[in-house]
């Protein structure tokens, strides 16, 4: 029997002890396939060896490592999944994004184009839109008609009655001929405002109607003559009786406003040589008299706020008729083209024109849309006509040390001499002292007051509406003849707009796209890429820790059944798969799984350590036949007693002790064994 056993022990090259035989069944209906058990032991040991990567007693540091190699390795057939690429990428995606927000945050492209597009270079697009505008600009004036002169030249009146008249509508064609580009970042040019009369919008008035007018000739005459010698005033009062010119005459609308021809314009050059170099007296005409005029205008390569805006005049920064800085200064001033620009909302600006003989300041009083466009509403300060009596700087708007009233500004040496104040229409806020010898004037804040509408980004005025009277200021003229009662007179002559309505259509487009929709445009791009890199950053963040770090463990239901053996372990460790729905721990779910599987691993060897026992029983028992037999036959041969008790205390505790070998016959055995049965069959009939 000892013999038996350690050939069974050879040839399966395994250890038994002792087992129950009642245990024991057929072999050969319970042998386990030695492919069933390669795949027993290959699932047990792969899922092992994942199941203990997800160990949560392992440190944080032993798991880092092994975390990133999932991450950038690739994935293999037939290998466990590795972590995407796409991750390290959304990675990159994010950082990029947030990189790109940062950049149009601090560095701001927009302010950069928009600077570019600012600056007065040649053949630039704001250039050309500055050097001949685009926009309908327009003078409206109002002549001021007197209703009385008869009554008044004859004594009967006391005041001079005067009734506005108009609009008289011309269109300026404002126009920068440009002569040079200077290395200072300057441009030298001249400046051009021819007019042109617009009958439609002068409300039916026209050009050759007829109105009682100041003699704007004889007056200026008077006040100049009536400060000279005897001998001056002598010869002109003798010309005035020769001519019979009148303060008051009867003339066209047209002939007021762009000249008209006097004999007393001709006698002036020979009694006041040098004093003019024009036979033709008109207000509009003189206003606009730009001959010899030149400018250099900042172009804005230095500093892009200061493009379009007036350097020197005439080659100065100060004008020449006024002493002071304060009030002959020039320089930064706009000629309403373009203001200065990205002006804050509390910061005055200037604004210069020929006709104001000054640059005055303008201060902000309102925000708001015109017409798509945000702007600020810009008008003239409270005292700006003032002549030192409430600001003592503005004391060098007196000429020659004669301050006029407060509301009155002494221009005579803008306009040749002649005794000319500016004021605001109809004496809005002049002293009521030059009301005294004038009737019919009712001035108005809503219809005469100034008012710039302007966009503080680029500077762009979106309308404007400036609004100055021109008046004479005369003396003591009382030796003069035909004139005596206009000593120490105020008289209106005329009031004009210079008005905007709006910006044309192409500009207005043209500027809603670079003031409105860029910026928007440039700033929901940095909010979408700052939103987006975050987005991007966090998802990567959430799926690091929470899918691959503290990931729960997968769900191994799907393992399948067949024939009583499981499949091998496949549970993939990509992002997709879906995450066990119960709580267990992973430890204590894998050692379910790992008993169940030990517990039918157990049952298949019992079954076939049972057939092996049932096997050996009947082989055992054919062989104590056979010596039994010989026994009877040949009583001379011995043979060893096999009995059936030792044979089952040898095989009672028979179990098997694994030692990582196969657990079924080999073939090998089953041909020997068969071989030796027969062997023994063949000797047994030869003995018989």
Not at 598 to 620: F, H, I, N, Q, W
Request: with cysteine.
């Amino acid at each position: 029997m000892k013999d038996l056993v350690q050939i069974w022990n050879s040839v399966t090259n395994r250890r038994y002890s002792s087992v129950n035989t009642s245990e024991l069944k057929d072999l050969s209906n319970n042998r386990l396939k030695k492919s069933e058990i390669d795949t027993y032991e290959s699932n047990l040991a792969e899922c092992e060896v994942l199941n203990c990567k997800f160990n949560d007693d392992l440190e944080f540091n032993n798991r880092k490592d092994a975390i990133i190699n999932r991450l950038f390795e690739r994935r293999k057939k037939g290998q466990i999944g590795r972590q995407p690429k796409c991750l390290f990428m959304l990675l990159m995606l994010g950082f990029f994004a947030l990189a790109s927000g940062c950049f149009i945050l601090f560095l701001k492209p927009y302010d950069y184009f928009f600077s570019m597009k600012s600056v007065l270079s040649d053949g630039g697009e704001i250039f050309e839109m500055w050097r001949k505008p685009e926009v309908e600009l327009y003078l409206k004036v109002y002549l001021f008609n007197v209703t009385n002169a008869e009554e008044y030249m004859a004594g009967i009146d006391d005041k001079v009655k005067v009734k506005e008249v108009g609009p008289f509508v011309y269109r300026e064609h404002l126009e920068h001929e440009v002569q040079r580009f200077n290395e200072n970042g300057t441009v030298s040019v001249i400046p051009r405002h021819p007019l042109s009369w617009v009958e439609e919008l002068s409300e039916g008035n026209k050009e050759d109607d007829t109105l009682f007018l100041v003699n704007i000739a004889l007056l200026s005459i008077a006040n100049v003559a009536s400060k000279k010698n005897p001998f001056t005033r002598f010869g002109l009062n003798n010309v005035i009786t020769f001519t019979n010119s009148k303060p008051f005459v009867k003339m066209t609308a047209r002939e007021f406003m762009m000249g008209y021809k006097s004999e007393l314009m001709t006698l002036g050059n020979t009694f006041l040589p040098g004093w003019i170099y024009f036979d033709k007296l008109g207000l509009i005409d003189r206003m606009y008299d730009f001959v010899g005029d030149y400018e250099t205008v900042f172009t804005g390569t230095d500093d892009v706020r200061k493009s379009g805006l007036i350097d020197t005049y005439r080659g100065s920064t100060d004008l020449p008729q006024w002493h002071g800085k304060h009030c002959s200064n020039v320089q930064y001033a706009s000629d309403g083209t373009k203001f200065v620009g990205g002006a804050s909302k509390n910061e005055s600006i200037l604004f210069y024109r020929k006709s104001l003989c000054r640059a005055a300041p303008l201060i902000p009083v309102d925000e708001g849309v015109r017409r798509g466009l945000h702007g600020y509403k810009y008008t003239f300060p409270e005292h700006m006509m003032d002549n030192g009596k409430y600001i003592k700087e503005n004391k060098c708007f007196c000429r020659e040390g004669v301050c006029l009233p407060d509301g009155l500004i002494d221009v005579t040496d803008c306009y040749y001499g002649f005794p000319i104040a500016l004021s605001y229409p109809h004496f809005w806020k002049t002293d009521k002292v030059v009301l005294d010898k004038v009737e019919g004037l009712t001035p108005s804040q809503e219809k005469h007051e100034t008012a710039f509408w302007i966009e503080p980004q680029s500077g762009l005025p979106l309308e404007v509406s400036s609004k100055f009277q021109i008046n004479m200021a005369l003396g003591d003229i009382s030796m003069i003849r035909n004139v005596e009662r206009f000593s120490n007179m105020f008289l209106p002559l005329l009031w004009f707009d210079i008005k905007m309505y709006q910006l044309p259509q192409s500009l207005q487009q043209r500027f809603s796209l670079y003031l409105n929709i860029l910026p928007v445009v440039e700033q929901t791009a940095m909010y979408a890429l700052f939103v987006t890199g975050a987005v991007f950053i966090l998802t990567t963040v959430y799926m690091l820790t929470f899918k691959v770090m503290f990931r729960k463990p997968r769900d191994f239901e799907n393992w399948k059944e067949k024939d009583g053996v499981y499949a091998p372990c496949e549970v993939p460790l990509t992002d997709t798969d879906t995450d066990v729905e119960n709580n267990k721990s992973l430890l204590k779910f894998h050692s379910e799984k790992i008993k169940d599987f030990s517990a039918r691993l157990s049952d298949k060897v019992y079954d076939t350590v049972g057939g092996v026992k049932d096997k050996m029983v009947g082989e055992l028992n054919n062989v104590k036949h056979v010596f039994d037999k010989k026994d009877n036959k040949n009583n001379d041969q011995s043979y060893a007693e096999v009995k059936q008790s030792d044979s089952e205390d040898d095989c009672k505790y028979l179990e098997i002790l694994d030692d990582g070998s196969d657990l079924v016959f080999n073939q090998k055995y089953e041909t020997r064994r068969t071989e030796k049965l027969k062997d023994l069959e063949s000797q047994n009939r030869m003995d018989s």
